[in-house]
Every structure is written in C-alpha cells, then in structure tokens.
C-alpha cells in the first residue's frame, strides 16, 4: 500500500481552500494528488510528474476525483507551461515531495534499486537521456569519484570510483551493488552501494539542477498569499530549499512559515518507514 507522507502537515500548510488551484508537481502514485482532490469542490489540482509510468498509476489511483484533476508528464522545468496548459492563472498552491516513488523502488526494470537485479537505467523519464551504465560505463574516474563523493555524500568514493573502473563493464544493478560491497566494507546496516546509487540516480536525472529550476520558478506561479510546501529527504536538497526560502523571505517576496522543518511524528515514522528522514519547509508568497 502506498502511504503519502507528512499527509496531514502537507494539507495544513497547503490552507486548501475548496475553490483553490493547486499543482501537486511530483504526482508519484497521485496520494497528495488524492488528498489535495478531496478537499476542492470548484478547485482543480493539477498533477504533473517527469515519470510517464508513474502519471499513469496516478490517474488511476485519482479516478474517483478526476473531474478536479489534470494530469500532465512535466519536469520541473516545464511546471510554467503546465500551469498554463491547465488555464487555471496563478495558483493558491504548490506542493513538491522530492522523494523517489515506492513504484520506481520496486520495479526492477527501472534499475533505481539495489535490492533486485535488473538494467542500469534509474531515469525517471524513460523517453530520454543518458542511463546509470552511460554514466558507470563512460565517465572518468576522477568525474565518477567527484560525483559520488558530491551527490551521494560518500567519503570512499575515490576506491569506489576505482573498483568500477576496473570492473567494466557494468552489467545491471546486481553487479554494481556487488563491485561496491567488495571494494568498501559494510560500516552499518545500509547496504555499502546504497549513497553511490543515490549519486548516480541524482546525476541521471539532474536532480539538483531540477530542484533549483523548481525553486527559481515555483515562486512566480503563485499569487499573493499563495504557498509553496516542499518535503525533501536528502541533506543535500534540504539545504538547497532553506537556502532559497531565506532568500526570498529576504526579499520581501515570501514569508516563512516553518522555522525550522517539519518532521514525522513517532507514529508516521512508525507505520510508514519512507517518511524517516522527511523534512517540509513551507513559505506563503507576499
């Protein structure tokens, strides 16, 4: 079952107002599309996401709400144009959860994880760009290393980097998970491989250049008094949305309204093992 996270804080620092526009920019399997939906009676929410597959889990898990939904495959960078393809003018809200889908994680063939052998790809769009065996397969050492020490935060990425090298070429995720076990040893109870995934996975899908088209643009699609509520699970985009909703609050173009970022309860991160390292940060727009 596919359990949203911080569902209730979301809709909280979201105000939904029934006769709202929202954009629910990172649809997944459409739970926040779903929460957001029941509140509106006029209102529409529209849920775009980067992952065709994933929309379209979405659109079914939404059904019984659809006429207040629009469904659009979009990037970050293309969250103006799907804004208005929906004719809905500025929005009342925006919500981003940054955290990769519980379908992406246990599909095998989408090659995002370590647990299940299948190709090296992790794009979340599958209709373009580079996959994770370009990346392993091609890159530099020195480029590998930096990557995996920068995105994944990983302070053995230059004998992990060297390992793969050496073992090319990489075949499926089963054979990168194994390369990096033997090249560093297991300090605790994640997997070795688990942040050289993570980098990886950031690197194919630009993630951070993504994030930072997200908080560049978000602000400017909403009106006055609108709000932006981003849930983010990685130390690295954490720091990147505090970082902008300073900015902006220095500015004078938005309000604060999380002093410091919102986290799960004892009992969400109970039921729902996700939501562990979950951080919202929230702003109203001046």
Known sequence: MHLSVLPRESLEYLAIRPEGRYLDATAGLGGHTALIAQGLTSGIVIASDRDAKSLELARENTKAWADRIRYRHASFGELADTVKWAGCGKLDGLLADLGVSRYQLTSPERGFSLMADGPLDMRM???????????????????????????????????????????????????????????????????????????????????????????????????????????????????????????????????????????????????NAASRSAKLRAIEIE
């Open 125 to 271: 769009d599958q209709s373009k760009g580079m996959t994770a065996a370009d990346l392993v397969n091609h890159s530099a050492e020195t480029e590998l290393a930096d990557l995996i020490y920068q995105m994944g935060e990983e302070r053995r990425a230059r004998r992990i980097a060297r390992a793969l090298v050496r073992a090319r070429p990489i075949r499926s995720t089963r054979h990168l998970a194994d390369v990096v076990e033997r090249a560093v040893p297991r300090t605790g109870r994640l997997h070795p491989a688990t942040q050289t995934f993570m980098a990886l996975r950031m690197a194919v899908n630009d993630e951070p250049g993504e994030l930072e088209r997200l908080l560049d643009r978000g602000p400017d699609l909403l009106q006055s008094a609108g709000r932006m509520v981003v849930i983010s699970f990685m130390s690295i985009d954490d720091r990147m949305v505090k970082h902008k909703f300073r900015e902006l609050a220095a500015e004078r173009r938005a309000r604060i309204l999380t002093r410091h970022p919102v986290q799960p309860s004892e009992e969400e991160s109970a039921t």
